[in-house]
């Protein structure tokens, strides 16, 4: 990506509050995402969370009763998309 070229330097960046920190607008939106998704979504999230090692749809749907892997499958690319989780090879996530 591209800075403004009267961006401030790393040292000074460093000592700005959080808020006037790139960092904080990425935080910001992962609270906001959480704020405004379904309670699935974040249920799906703490499954994978729970399952404490990366895990396909069908290792997530297990977690659910009557929930299949054709179900979790578009929520977790939803939250991959959203960068609330990592997509890792062969369809597997990581929260």
Known sequence: WTRPADQPGKHTRKRLPIEDKESFR???SGTRS??????????????LSAAGQPA???????RFAGAGPRTVAPVLDALAELGLLRTEADGVFTA
């Open 34 to 47: 959480r704020q405004v998704l379904p309670d699935g979504v974040t249920l799906t999230s703490v499954a």
């Open 26 to 28: 990425w935080i910001e």
């Open 56 to 62: 396909d749809a069908a290792a997530v749907a297990a």
